[in-house]
Nanobody
Framework: QVQLVESGGGLVQAGGSLRLSCAAS????????MGWYRQAPGKQRELVAR???????NYADSVKGRFTISRDNANNAVYLQMNSLKPDDTGVYYC???????????????????WGQGTQVTVSS
Protein backbone atom coordinates (compact mmCIF):
# COMPACT_ATOMS: atom_id res chain seq x y z
CA GLN A 1 0.00 0.00 0.00
CA VAL A 2 3.03 2.26 -0.34
CA GLN A 3 3.65 4.03 -3.63
CA LEU A 4 6.44 6.21 -4.93
CA VAL A 5 5.52 8.52 -7.78
CA GLU A 6 8.18 10.36 -9.74
CA SER A 7 7.92 13.37 -12.02
CA GLY A 8 10.17 15.84 -13.78
CA GLY A 9 12.00 13.83 -16.41
CA GLY A 10 12.29 14.93 -20.00
CA LEU A 11 14.53 15.89 -22.87
CA VAL A 12 17.17 18.56 -22.35
CA GLN A 13 20.28 19.74 -24.17
CA ALA A 14 23.72 19.18 -22.73
CA GLY A 15 24.49 21.83 -20.15
CA GLY A 16 20.86 22.18 -19.18
CA SER A 17 19.04 21.40 -15.95
CA LEU A 18 16.19 19.25 -14.74
CA ARG A 19 14.58 18.72 -11.36
CA LEU A 20 13.15 15.34 -10.44
CA SER A 21 10.55 14.91 -7.73
CA CYS A 22 9.33 11.83 -5.92
CA ALA A 23 6.53 11.58 -3.39
CA ALA A 24 5.80 8.58 -1.20
CA SER A 25 2.25 7.85 -0.10
CA UNK A 26 0.31 5.12 1.65
CA UNK A 27 0.55 3.42 5.01
CA UNK A 28 3.88 4.95 5.97
CA UNK A 29 5.11 4.84 9.54
CA UNK A 30 8.50 6.41 8.86
CA UNK A 31 11.07 6.74 6.09
CA UNK A 32 14.74 5.99 6.55
CA UNK A 33 16.88 6.74 3.51
CA MET A 34 15.62 8.07 0.20
CA GLY A 35 17.55 8.16 -3.02
CA TRP A 36 17.78 8.15 -6.78
CA TYR A 37 19.14 5.46 -9.05
CA ARG A 38 19.46 5.41 -12.80
CA GLN A 39 19.75 2.84 -15.52
CA ALA A 40 21.20 3.58 -18.93
CA PRO A 41 20.45 1.31 -21.91
CA GLY A 42 22.48 -1.88 -21.67
CA LYS A 43 23.85 -1.02 -18.24
CA GLN A 44 23.09 -1.99 -14.67
CA ARG A 45 21.11 0.25 -12.37
CA GLU A 46 23.44 2.48 -10.38
CA LEU A 47 23.17 4.76 -7.39
CA VAL A 48 23.05 8.46 -8.23
CA ALA A 49 22.46 10.00 -4.82
CA ARG A 50 21.14 9.00 -1.44
CA UNK A 51 20.00 10.97 1.59
CA UNK A 52 19.38 9.34 4.95
CA UNK A 53 17.03 10.61 7.62
CA UNK A 54 19.77 12.58 9.31
CA UNK A 55 23.40 12.16 8.40
CA UNK A 56 25.26 13.11 5.29
CA UNK A 57 24.27 12.59 1.69
CA ASN A 58 26.31 10.59 -0.76
CA TYR A 59 26.68 10.91 -4.51
CA ALA A 60 28.09 8.92 -7.38
CA ASP A 61 31.46 10.36 -8.35
CA SER A 62 30.13 11.11 -11.83
CA VAL A 63 27.52 13.57 -10.52
CA LYS A 64 29.33 15.25 -7.64
CA GLY A 65 29.23 19.02 -7.96
CA ARG A 66 26.42 18.89 -10.54
CA PHE A 67 23.52 17.13 -8.80
CA THR A 68 21.92 17.96 -5.45
CA ILE A 69 19.58 15.69 -3.53
CA SER A 70 17.18 17.02 -0.93
CA ARG A 71 14.15 15.77 0.95
CA ASP A 72 10.99 17.15 2.52
CA ASN A 73 10.14 14.92 5.45
CA ALA A 74 6.81 16.61 6.10
CA ASN A 75 5.65 15.58 2.63
CA ASN A 76 7.56 12.31 2.32
CA ALA A 77 9.28 13.67 -0.77
CA VAL A 78 12.74 13.62 -2.27
CA TYR A 79 14.13 15.79 -5.04
CA LEU A 80 17.09 15.67 -7.40
CA GLN A 81 18.32 18.92 -8.90
CA MET A 82 20.44 18.10 -11.93
CA ASN A 83 22.61 20.83 -13.42
CA SER A 84 25.23 20.83 -16.18
CA LEU A 85 23.69 17.72 -17.63
CA LYS A 86 25.74 15.54 -19.95
CA PRO A 87 24.69 12.94 -22.54
CA ASP A 88 26.10 10.28 -20.19
CA ASP A 89 23.39 11.24 -17.69
CA THR A 90 20.76 9.81 -20.03
CA GLY A 91 18.73 6.98 -18.58
CA VAL A 92 15.68 6.01 -16.58
CA TYR A 93 15.80 7.52 -13.11
CA TYR A 94 14.21 5.60 -10.27
CA CYS A 95 13.22 6.89 -6.87
CA UNK A 96 13.99 4.59 -3.96
CA UNK A 97 13.02 4.70 -0.31
CA UNK A 98 13.60 2.49 2.70
CA UNK A 99 10.27 2.66 4.49
CA UNK A 100 8.72 1.38 7.67
CA UNK A 101 5.19 0.65 6.48
CA UNK A 102 2.18 -0.35 8.54
CA UNK A 103 1.24 -4.02 8.29
CA UNK A 104 -2.52 -4.18 7.63
CA UNK A 105 -4.75 -5.36 10.46
CA UNK A 106 -1.89 -5.37 12.93
CA UNK A 107 -0.04 -2.85 15.05
CA UNK A 108 3.23 -3.82 13.42
CA UNK A 109 5.46 -2.21 10.82
CA UNK A 110 7.74 -3.80 8.29
CA UNK A 111 10.88 -2.35 6.72
CA UNK A 112 11.58 -2.75 3.04
CA UNK A 113 12.77 -1.00 -0.09
CA UNK A 114 10.24 0.63 -2.38
CA TRP A 115 10.78 1.80 -5.96
CA GLY A 116 9.07 4.27 -8.22
CA GLN A 117 8.09 3.45 -11.78
CA GLY A 118 10.97 5.43 -13.27
CA THR A 119 11.16 8.63 -15.27
CA GLN A 120 13.12 9.05 -18.49
CA VAL A 121 15.89 11.63 -18.68
CA THR A 122 17.42 12.23 -22.09
CA VAL A 123 20.32 14.62 -22.60
CA SER A 124 21.12 15.50 -26.19
CA SER A 125 24.57 16.58 -27.31
Amino acid sequence: QVQLVESGGGLVQAGGSLRLSCAASGSIFSINAMGWYRQAPGKQRELVARIPDGGSTNYADSVKGRFTISRDNANNAVYLQMNSLKPDDTGVYYCNALIWADVPETSLQSLRDYWGQGTQVTVSS
